[in-house]
């Protein structure tokens, strides 16, 4: 979408209403805050996006189980400069 409508506050309260009406209370604001970023990506962003997800999902079909979650946490608290736990 056109980063004008992204960055017009009338659109974001239609589409505040909009979710209001169709999600009614059980959408919390960031949850919203984050729809609303999704729908108002950038198309190239978007795109990025979707090419990352579909090559992921073809490495999972091949058999791609990648880390476990706790090889995975340990790298990212490394390369973070993070305590070793939390």
């Known amino acids: 979408m056109a980063t004008d409508r992204a960055n017009d506050l009338r659109a974001f309260r239609d589409f505040i209403e909009a979710k209001l009406s169709n999600d009614g209370p059980n959408l919390s604001p960031d949850e919203a805050l984050t729809l609303w970023d999704i729908e108002n990506a950038p198309d190239q962003e978007r795109a990025d ?20 979650v706790d090889d995975f946490l340990a790298v990212f608290r490394r390369e973070h400069g993070l305590p070793a736990s939390s």
């Open 49 to 68: 996006t979707v090419r990352a997800l579909r090559e992921a999902l073809a490495d999972m079909k091949g058999g791609d189980t990648g880390m476990p």
